[in-house]
């Protein structure tokens, strides 16, 4: 069942009247937590409204105009028919690992692959989930990401139906990388709103890989949110790959929480897409808690990527490091908006965020904002923001080495994006998305 | 933090303003409120030509608009209460009138102000050189050095003056660079600004000394709006040093100025502030609102706007020196200190607009924070997309001196062009404690280690204010620092 959003009312209007006429039927829920919040995130995201550029946070991605579009909402359990074929491209051959296939947001078990997990973990999806694991859900969904002050947050909480869902339980160690592979198929214009939710308990060990594709040139807009909690001494590492192509849209939110001593790595490769907005959010709510953001945006055509995060420092003792790093081509455009906050009695922090971009085409554009907001006085934060080209005593030294100047400069962009993508713990996903980084600069020079 | 260390920062936040009197001057002064009523009594009051009232009544207008229409710029990292604007007075002026042609004519009163500042004028005369357009309140009371300005063809007056007297230069200038339209506190200044500096270099001269004036606000309850116009002609130099004391006030006051620069081809202006306002009680009473609009234009090739600051006063601050880089192989520069303690707020940084080619700015921010105030930093670098190969370098370092104060960075950096290269950096930490300890190894008590370390810290901003200033300044920062370690 898909119910057309009317276009003639206000783009608001459209989800809440979609709102109520689907409400108690394919909207209830399968955990008590999320048909509870649902209600009272459809009345935030009515107070709040849709994004517009006049909000600070939205300044300068124009989202209102990308959803004043006539989507369709997805609300059935139909997903299309896809099949192997169909996903193999998109599969990493030489990453053995736990994998399980969405589509439009739904899992698709005849897809999946999960294989032998060990006891106690849970891959599946959010809403099988909440039937047989309702402890966790209720104790974890809807406490990081924020429904009450972000509208595409409330509003994924209001419509939310399924989506991601991992558990590791206290000291187990998942050696093999739990792979979700998310594929949009539809000849509609779909409105999506996966959501995720993975939870490492005290002392667990994951690595989560996300990638999203699409075989679909339709117009879509996926409102993802994912929310993660790595209990005390946990450690999580936590990867997206965005490839949805030049007709995909997407608010991608990843709020996580940490508790003491604990790790949690996060890494946003964006390599296609429309507009697309991340907000990455970490909570250090716990002692020596160690936080990686990290970002690579290689942009083409007219390509907008907006990364937004914040890194919450709440807790003393902590250290967290951000790196995001732009290469700009043709018309696209790319924002950065970092923000690390200390709050009070929150000493001994070292927070580190760096911004760097290289723009090629004369039609690029940077927008940067580096913030700190710092409330405790023993603490080393620093930023920096640089934008520029390719260093031309750098192309010279090469080529001075005899190597051809188109050469020179693709290799001097691998070594630029290396920084970051020499972060991706796992080395099969690592040189999978290395290489299609590595084809687009070819395509450069 | 050691007991010594909490003492110390106790006894600065209960020491008194050390320049808070008000002097005894009988004043004229409008009743309290804005109206357009009010707005024509200050032009009619000034002598001023048609054309002018006319663009006051117009910003008058637009500030109604903006205001009625819920436009307040809150923006900021400030919290403090909205100025009631008809709570407040919008015009005086002292009784004994203007225009001395020496210092002899100026009241004793006045002099004896200033002497309690440190800032004699009989000795800055003599020692330093620097012409003094001593504004008290609205009114200027002396202009020294007149005839040697003369001589070169540079004209310092009054706004008033200038108004009635070079009315051409002043029209064609006037709003500018910051038009009324620009926000709100620029076209309520624009309706009702009192008085100010108008500054004119011909072509080729270079200003044979600094230009400098002291503002202060001395009615209780008077709102000081003065308006500072700046026009260097190609091949000119001026250097325009502003410094700024208030006597204390238990009532909120609000200083709300604009300043225009405009700096044709190959000329240099730089401009240079230190303002230690009345920064209200050690709970947070009282206190100046120092709201301002600062903007230059280097509209000429190879021309150059240089910012200098150091802000310790005022309860609120919230400005913005910016300089629009629209000539080709033009210069922005920007340098900050600004210190907060007790309840102080700052929100200040600059704005640099690269427009031409071959366009370069520098920005050094450095903010200091203790007790429990808040001081950010918010700056934009605008790269437009015809500005080939330009160039910007930012730094932006903070400094807490205490577990409750706050530092904030809000660096926006924007570019269009390619071949821009923007860099940005910006750092928070406090003082080190292995600087400390060298000092004190050194024997220096930790609050002699403390001036040297932010002396250190804010060398290079310092270093930029012009040598009467500098030795002020770091007195300043001294007295300051007092107390603060942390």
Known sequence: MTTALDTDSDPKDRFISAFEVNHGQTLNGTSASISKQREDAIEHFAELGIPTNDLELWKYTNIAKIIDRPYTLPLGAEPPSVDESDIAPFLIDDMNAHRVVLVNGRVDESLSDIGELPSGVVVSSLAQAGDEHPDVVEEHYGRYADYEDDAMTALNTAFVQDGAFAYVPSGTIVEKPIFFLHITASDEDLFLQPRHLFVVEDGAIAKIVEAQHALTDAQTFTNTVGEAFVGERGNLDHYLFQDEGHSASQVHTRAAQQKDNSVYSTQAVTYTGEVIRNNATVEADGTFCESNLFGLVIGKDDMHVDNHTRMDHVQPDCNSNELYKHVLNDESTAVFNGKVYVARGSQRIDAYQQNDTLVMDNDAQIYTKPELEIYADDVECSHGATTGQVDEEGVFYLRSRGISERQARILMLQAFSEEVLSELGIDAFRDHVTELVRDRFATYV | ?486
């Open chain 2, 1 to 486: 933090m050691s007991t010594s260390e909490t003492e110390y920062l106790e006894g600065k936040a209960s020491e008194e303003y050390e320049h808070g009197w008000s002097t005894d001057i009988e004043s004229e002064t409008t009743p309290k409120g804005l109206s357009e009523d009010i707005v024509r009594y200050i032009s009619d009051r000034k002598n001023e030509p048609e054309w002018l009232l006319d663009w006051r009544l117009k910003a008058y207008e637009y500030f109604t608009d903006l205001l009625e229409s819920g436009h307040y710029p809150d923006w900021a990292h400030l919290d403090y209460e909205r100025p009631d604007f008809q709570d407040m007075h919008y015009f005086s002026a002292p009784k004994d009138k203007a225009n001395y042609e020496s210092l002899d004519e100026v009241p004793q009163e006045i002099l004896d102000t200033f002497e309690r500042l440190g800032i004699p004028l009989e000795e800055q005369k003599a020692l330093t050189g620097v012409a003094v357009d001593a504004v008290m309140d609205s009114v200027s009371v002396a202009t020294t050095f007149k005839e040697k300005l003369k001589e070169k063809g540079v004209i310092f007056k009054s706004f008033g003056e200038a108004a009635r007297d070079h009315p051409v230069i002043v029209r064609q200038h006037l709003g500018s660079v910051v038009p009324y339209t620009d926000n709100l506190y620029a076209a309520l200044n624009s309706a009702v600004f009192s008085d100010g500096s108008f500054v004119y270099v011909p072509e080729g001269v270079e200003c044979p000394m600094e230009l400098s004036t002291y503002f202060r606000m001395n009615e209780k309850g008077t709102g000081q709006f003065e308006r500072t116009l700046i026009v260097a002609e190609p091949g000119a130099y001026v250097s325009y040093l502003e410094g700024c004391t208030a006597p204390m006030r238990k009532e909120t006051q609000l200083h709300a100025a604009v300043v225009e620069l405009i700096a044709h081809e190959d000329s240099e202006i730089k401009y240079s502030t230190i303002q230690n306002w009345y920064p209200g009680d050690e709970e947070g009473n009282g206190g100046i609102y120092n709201l301002v609009t600062k903007r230059g234009i280097c509209k000429g090739d190879n021309s150059k706007i240089s910012w200098t600051q150091l802000e310790t006063g005022s309860a609120v601050t919230q400005k913005y020196p910016s300089v629009i880089l629209a000539g080709d192989d033009t210069v922005g520069e920007f340098y900050s200190v600004a210190f907060t303690k007790g309840h102080q707020q700052a929100d200040t940084g600059t704005k640099m607009q690269h427009i031409g080619k071959d366009t370069k700015s520098t920005i050094i921010s450095k903010g200091i924070s203790a007790d429990v105030a808040d001081n950010s930093y918010r700056g934009l670098v605008k790269v437009g997309k015809n500005a080939d190969d330009a160039r910007n370098f930012s730094q932006c370092d903070s400094m807490l001196l205490g577990p409750d104060c706050g530092a904030h960075t809000y660096p926006y950096i924007e570019s269009a062009n390619p071949s821009a290269q923007i860099e940005h950096e910006a750092t928070t930490s406090k003082v080190g404690e292995d600087q400390m300890f060298y000092c004190h190894q050194r024997g220096l008590g930790e609050e002699e280690a403390l001036k040297l370390i932010v002396n250190g810290f804010c060398k290079e901003i310092l270093q930029e204010l012009p040598m009467e200033f500098a030795v002020e300044a770091k007195e300043l920062l001294a007295i300051e620092l007092e107390g603060s370690v942390g």
